[in-house]
T-cell receptor, first 114, second 115 residues
Framework: GQNIDQPTEMTATEGAIVQINCTYQ??????LFWYQQHAGEAPTFLSY????GLEEKGRFSSFLSRSKGYSYLLLKELQMKDSASYLC???????????????FGKGTKLSVIP | ETGVTQSPTHLIKTRGQQVTLRCSSQ?????VSWYQQALGQGPQFIFQ???????GRGNFPPRFSGLQFPNYSSELNVNALELDDSALYLC??????????????FGPGTRLTVL
């Protein structure tokens, strides 16, 4: 089966750094995605990791360790507009029909306070 | 280049009714995936269409069905609506099922409320 775990909620202060963790157990692995989702809106793509290591994109970075089934999203210089849910999603195996679907975690609701 | 669009934005139905949701894929994309997101949950994969054929299905009953048209736009049909079908329905498009960057482009979603 597929299982993806993320903390339910986190709170951080404006200007600070926050790390949102994601652990996964899936049948195979072919990439991990992070999305930002504001209330009532669609998810917005943030990052994609398929190899181990850190991917940096502006204030956002994402790390992956395939051997540990672990990823994190790092947000620096937090702004009030970063208050949102952050979704971790894994694409399991890469073969056959239906293997391109994503399995999502329940999301981490981040509140940024002044 | 136009993004993924969905219609309608919001919809209210009653139990037992049928509903059709629509998705227009991003220009150049031939693959559309549909997801259901209940309140407080992550999206769940319903199915994917590639070149007008279903190309994989999640754990949803047969009353969830779909179509893809020659222009690669897609429909999601849900029959015999149940209260638990109330959710945000999302579609995502990509250049191909094997596009490793697929599911980067989600539409704005359709909010379905079943009363």
């Amino acid at each position: 089966g597929q299982n993806i775990d993320q903390p339910t909620e986190m709170t951080a202060t404006e200007g600070a750094i926050v790390q949102i963790n994601c652990t996964y157990q899936t049948s195979g692995f072919n990439g991990l995605f992070w999305y930002q989702q504001h209330a009532g809106e669609a998810p917005t793509f943030l990052s994609y990791n398929v190899l181990d290591g850190l991917e940096e994109k502006g204030r956002f970075s994402s790390f992956l360790s395939r051997s540990k089934g672990y990823s994190y999203l790092l947000l620096k210089e937090l702004q009030m507009k970063d208050s949102a849910s952050y979704l971790c999603a894994v694409r399991p195996t890469y073969s056959g029909a239906g293997s391109y679907q994503l399995t999502f975690g329940k999301g981490t609701k981040l509140s940024v306070i002044p | 280049e136009t993004g993924v669009t969905q219609s309608p934005t919001h919809l209210i139905k009653t139990r037992g009714q049928q509903v059709t949701l629509r998705c227009s894929s991003q220009s150049g994309h031939n693959t559309v995936s549909w997801y259901q997101q209940a309140l407080g949950q992550g999206p769940q994969f319903i199915f994917q269409y590639y070149r007008e054929e279903e190309n994989g299905r999640g754990n949803f009953p047969p009353r969830f069905s779909g179509l893809q048209f020659p222009n690669y736009s897609s429909e999601l049909n849900v029959n015999a609506l149940e209260l638990d079908d109330s959710a945000l329905y999302l579609c995502a498009s990509s250049f191909s099922p094997g596009d490793r960057g697929s599911e980067r482009f989600f539409g704005p979603g359709t909010r379905l409320t079943v009363l």
